[in-house]
C-alpha cells in the first residue's frame, strides 16, 4: 500500500464502528424477529421488494439488483418463500425460461407481522437514541458512501 492509498486513523476508525455497530443492529433486530417466532430478516427485505413491485412482481435478477443478495441465495430464498406460499412464481410469456416473482397475500399478511417486530427494533435500537437531526446527519452520511452516492 502506499501512503497515498493508506486510510487515515479518522477513516479506520470510522470503518471500524460502522462495521461493528451494523453488526450488532442487524443482529437485534433479526433477534427480536426470532423472539417472536418471526422468520430472519432476509424474507421480510424481499418481502418488502416485492410488495413494493405491486401485481407486476420482479424478475430474480431485478430481486437481486434490489437487495444485493447472490444469486444463489435468492434462489433457495424464493424456493423456500414459495413452499410457505408467500411468494408464486409466474412464466413470463415472452420468455420460455424467465419467472417474475410476485408476493401473495399471505406473504403481504407475513410482511405485515414482521414490520411490526422489525419497525420497533429500528424505533428502539436507532429512532429513540439519535435526534431528527443527527438522524438526517447519518442518513446523509451513510448516502454519501453507497454507489451510487445519494446526495439529498
Not at 2 to 29: C, D, F, G, N, Y
Not at 88 to 113: H, N, P
Request: hydrophobic content about 40%; proline content about 4%.
Amino acid at each position: 500500500m502506499t501512503e497515498k492509498t493508506s486510510p487515515s486513523p479518522a477513516a479506520i476508525k470510522a470503518w471500524a464502528r460502522l462495521m461493528r455497530v451494523s453488526r450488532q443492529l442487524m443482529e437485534r433486530a433479526e433477534d427480536a424477529l426470532k423472539d417472536s417466532s418471526l422468520p430472519p430478516l432476509a424474507w421480510y427485505d424481499v418481502l418488502h421488494e416485492l410488495a413494493e413491485a405491486g401485481e407486476g412482481g420482479l424478475r430474480p435478477f431485478q430481486l437481486i439488483e434490489r437487495t444485493l443478495f447472490a444469486q444463489y441465495n435468492i434462489s433457495r430464498l424464493l424456493a423456500r418463500l414459495q413452499a410457505d406460499g408467500l411468494v408464486e412464481k409466474l412464466r413470463v410469456d415472452d420468455d420460455g425460461r424467465g419467472q417474475t416473482i410476485r408476493i401473495t397475500g399471505k406473504g403481504r399478511e407475513m410482511r405485515r407481522r414482521m414490520w411490526a417486530v422489525y419497525g420497533r427494533s429500528i424505533a428502539e435500537l436507532v429512532g429513540v437514541r439519535l435526534s431528527n437531526d443527527d438522524l438526517d446527519i447519518l442518513a446523509g452520511l451513510l448516502g454519501r458512501l453507497r454507489h451510487p452516492a445519494i446526495l439529498e
